[in-house]
């Protein structure tokens, strides 16, 4: 792979990078597609669910969850690659998901239907534990996006879009988030999908600010990559997780399908310290 270039082209909406063994895995939502390619560039579909938002992440024992967010379903993809009910999430407008490293999914809201045209309300998220049991464990958040969980399973970020803000949760023994902190004030910028490194910074990407921007725990901006399109996601991966991957495209809320047809792409970078946690 080149130092910096387009990955994959000619996708829709595409969203939730996710490395995992060997190859990287993201959602075609405009497709309905969740999609695995690796770093010669060849894709393959390994799941298909008609969703929008559609997001994944690996259970540590390698099976997929999906969330579904139309059906208000999380789902699990078997080794079989057939999909099965993990947990259900009751209702609609689910977005984003994490799995720590004890198999806990962390799954959020915005609160409310932006394509409807609904009142702004405030976001929450929920933690489905491994025997399918579902509880709300965070309240109040500005349309929550991205989230990560550090290495250490000891603290879980969330992208509030709409607070221009990363939010930091202790989490404890139990899954139960407790501690809120401001993790970094963003200025002008509205984070979407996020990731962590190695040296406890946070990637994010941003769609209207078209880069992908490094910050330290206090705001400092470390470093920034620039897109020619809208950035929705980002995650570090690679055989030594030092490639940033970007989910992008054109930004157009006045289409319903939100980006013009074939938009989408992956784009890589490589960067100097490696990624960490998850996703």
Partial sequence: MEERGVLVAGRGLVEAPRWHDGRLYFSDWTAGEVIAVDPAGHTEVVARVKSLPLCSAW?????????????GLLL??????????????????WNDIVVDGRGNAYVNTVGFDMTAGEAVRPGHVVLATAD????????????????AVTPDNATLIVAESYGKRLTAF?????????????FADLGDD???????????????ATVPGKRCVRVADGGRV?????????????????PDRRTLFVTVAEWRPDLPELVPAGSGQVYAARVSVPGAGWP
């Fill in 132 to 147: 399918g049991t579902v509880r709300r464990v965070a309240e109040d958040l500005a349309f929550p996006n991205g989230m």
């Fill in 59 to 71: 259970l540590p024992d390698g099976r997929l969850l999906i969330v579904s967010s139309a059906d």
């Fill in 170 to 182: 202790d989490i404890g023994g139990d899954g139960n988030l407790t501690g809120r902190r401001v």
């Fill in 222 to 238: 470390l470093e920034t990559v620039q897109l020619d399109r809208g950035g929705f996601a980002c995650a570090l991966g690679g």
């Fill in 190 to 204: 509205p984070p979407d999908g996020i990731c962590v490194d190695a040296e406890g910074a946070v990637w994010y």
């Fill in 76 to 93: 699990r993809r078997e080794p079989d690659g057939s999909l099965v009910t993990h947990a259900d999430l009751n209702g609609s407008g």
